[in-house]
């Protein structure tokens, strides 16, 4: 009987070495995992500290190109104020000349007869005016006492038209 409690106790020994050796190996195993997984980390810490160099410049480019868009828009809303108060300038216009067209329409309509009555006595004027020229031409010349009163004679004094 003792035997078998030296060979329990060696199997137990056994037991146990294989026990050891087998957490050995796993222990090995995992702090090789950890020692990756360490390396890992410190390269993706790497990484996220060059992506939050990147990221913290891209957010200062974006920030500055969103101030020159609020910058160039509100140019932009002063340019359009401009052209709308251009627009309402040039409507103004078009409504003074067309009430300055209107007015000036009616007054023709209603002084119609006064302006054709006007034009009858300018024409009867300028009538009058060339008859009074075309008389005063047909009047006869005085004659002087040396000079022949026919008029196939030549005249010392030559006549010029008047205009």
Same mark, same amino acid.
């Given at each position: +009987?003792?035997?078998?409690?030296?060979?329990? $106790?060696? /199997? $137990? $020994?056994?037991?146990?070495?294989? @026990?050891?050796?087998? @957490?050995?190996?796993? @222990?090995?195993?995992?702090?090789?995992?950890?020692?990756?997984?360490?390396? &890992?980390?410190?390269?993706?810490?790497?990484? +996220? #500290?060059?992506? =939050?160099?990147?990221? =913290? %410049?891209?957010?200062?480019?974006? *920030? $500055?190109?969103? %101030?020159?868009? !609020?910058?160039? &828009? %509100?140019?932009? *809303?002063?340019?359009?104020?401009?052209?709308?108060?251009?627009?309402?300038?040039?409507?103004?216009?078009? #409504?003074?000349?067309?009430?300055? =067209? &209107?007015? /000036?329409?009616?007054? +023709? %309509?209603? *002084?119609?007869?006064?302006?054709? !009555?006007?034009?009858?006595?300018? *024409?009867?004027?300028?009538?009058?005016?060339?008859?009074?020229?075309?008389?005063?031409?047909?009047?006869?010349?005085?004659?002087?006492?040396?000079?022949?009163? =026919?008029?196939?004679?030549?005249?010392?004094?030559?006549?010029?038209?008047?205009?």
């Amino acid at each position: +009987m003792e035997i078998i409690l030296y060979l329990s $106790a060696a /199997v $137990a $020994a056994i037991a146990f070495l294989i @026990l050891v050796l087998s @957490l050995t190996k796993t @222990l090995k195993s995992v702090d090789k995992t950890l020692d990756s997984l360490s390396r &890992t980390v410190d390269r993706l810490e790497g990484q +996220m #500290q060059g992506i =939050t160099a990147e990221t =913290t %410049e891209l957010l200062h480019k974006t *920030n $500055a190109l969103a %101030e020159d868009v !609020q910058h160039k &828009t %509100e140019q932009l *809303n002063t340019v359009v104020y401009a052209v709308k108060d251009v627009g309402s300038t040039v409507q103004n216009l078009n #409504q003074s000349i067309n009430k300055v =067209t &209107t007015t /000036v329409a009616s007054q +023709m %309509e209603k *002084n119609q007869y006064k302006i054709s !009555q006007a034009v009858q006595w300018g *024409n009867i004027v300028k009538q009058l005016v060339e008859k009074f020229k075309d008389g005063k031409e047909e009047r006869p010349r005085k004659v002087n006492a040396g000079e022949l009163s =026919t008029p196939d004679s030549a005249s010392p004094v030559t006549r010029q038209p008047n205009y």
